[in-house]
C-alpha cells in the first residue's frame, strides 16, 4: 500500500498505548537495522497509509510491531518535526492495551514506563510531545 506524504511530510501515527494494570506506558527499542532513527526508543508507530485514518494506523502499527490489540481512547492534535530522517506529521493516538508483546524485526526491547522516566531515555526526537509535553 502506499504511504501519505503531505506537503513533503510523512505522515506518521504514533500508539502512545497505556497499561491500566501497570499505570505505565509501552516503548520499544528500533533495531539498529531500521532506516530511520535506529536504537531509539519510540512509541510503537509508522507511517499512514493511503486511505487510512491516523487512529486506524496507530491501532494497526501497535498490532504489527508488539502483536497487542488496543482499544483507542482518543487523539490529540498533530504535531509537525524534523528530523535528520526528514519532516514528519506526527498524529498521537492514545491507546489502551495489556499483556506482552511480542516484537517484530523493527524493535529489539520494549519497556513499561512511567512518563517520566522517558526524559532519561535515548529516544526519537518529539516523543515528549506525544504525551503532550514540551521536550
Known amino acids: 500500500m502506499n504511504t501519505v506524504d503531505v506537503g513533503g511530510m510523512k505522515q506518521v501515527s504514533v500508539a502512545v498505548t497505556y497499561s491500566q494494570d501497570r499505570g505505565r506506558f509501552l516503548v520499544a527499542k ?3 537495522t531500521m532506516d530511520t532513527h535506529p536504537g531509539l526508543w519510540n512509541f510503537p508507530s509508522g507511517k499512514i497509509e493511503d486511505g487510512e485514518e491516523p487512529l486506524e494506523a496507530a491501532l494497526r502499527e501497535l498490532r504489527e510491531e508488539t502483536g497487542l490489540i488496543g482499544e483507542a481512547l482518543k ?3 498533530a504535531f509537525e518535526q524534523d528530523t535528520e530522517y526528514g519532516r514528519f506529521r506526527v498524529h498521537p493516538v ?7 508483546p511480542e516484537l517484530n524485526r523493527e524493535h529489539t526491547e520494549y519497556r513499561w514506563i512511567k512518563a517520566e522516566e522517558i526524559r ?3 529516544t ?5 510531545r506525544n ?4 521536550e
Open 131 to 134: 504525551l503532550g509535553n514540551s
Open 75 to 77: 487523539t490529540a492534535d
Open 30 to 32: 528500533r533495531a539498529e
Open 120 to 122: 532519561e531515555m535515548e
Open 94 to 100: 492514545l491507546v489502551m492495551a495489556s499483556g506482552e
Open 124 to 128: 526519537v526526537p518529539g516523543i515528549m
